[in-house]
Nanobody, 129 residues
């Protein structure tokens, strides 16, 4: 059974850091591009970052460039989102999602929500003093 489970969210003060994890099971990880999305209260879900099946290509939303880092450990089957210098506007529910490719080690990335067909349940991140 294909599964994505997010963890690592919580309450943090502005300027603080968090590391989110997306633990996967049920599929061969390097056949998939994985992305992080977030949804703030009253707003549409937006793409935050993504990483290719090979792990060699990444992409970030302009709002998080230089502050967030995405990485993957295929052996552990986990995708990480390291978040630094957090701001109140980073508050929201963070989801990881998967997009299947037809071959392993793809360099494809996308922050388009409609391209992803399986999602985790989300983890709450709150940035507040």
């Amino acid at each position: 059974q294909l599964q994505l489970v997010e963890s690592g969210g919580g309450l943090v003060q502005p300027g603080g850091s968090l590391r989110l994890s997306c633990t996967t099971s049920g599929f061969i990880l390097d056949y998939y591009t994985i992305a992080w999305f977030r949804q703030a209260p009253g707003k549409d879900r937006e793409g935050v970052s993504c990483i290719s099946g090979s792990g060699g290509t990444t992409d970030y939303a302009d709002s998080v460039k230089g502050r967030f880092t995405i990485s993957r450990d295929n052996a552990k089957r986990v995708i990480y989102l390291e978040m630094r210098s957090l701001k109140p506007e980073d508050t929201g529910v963070y989801y990881c999602a998967m997009k299947g490719m037809y071959y392993s080690g793809s360099s494809y990335t996308s922050l388009q929500e409609t391209e992803y067909d399986r999602w985790g349940q989300g983890t709450q991140v709150t940035v507040s003093s």
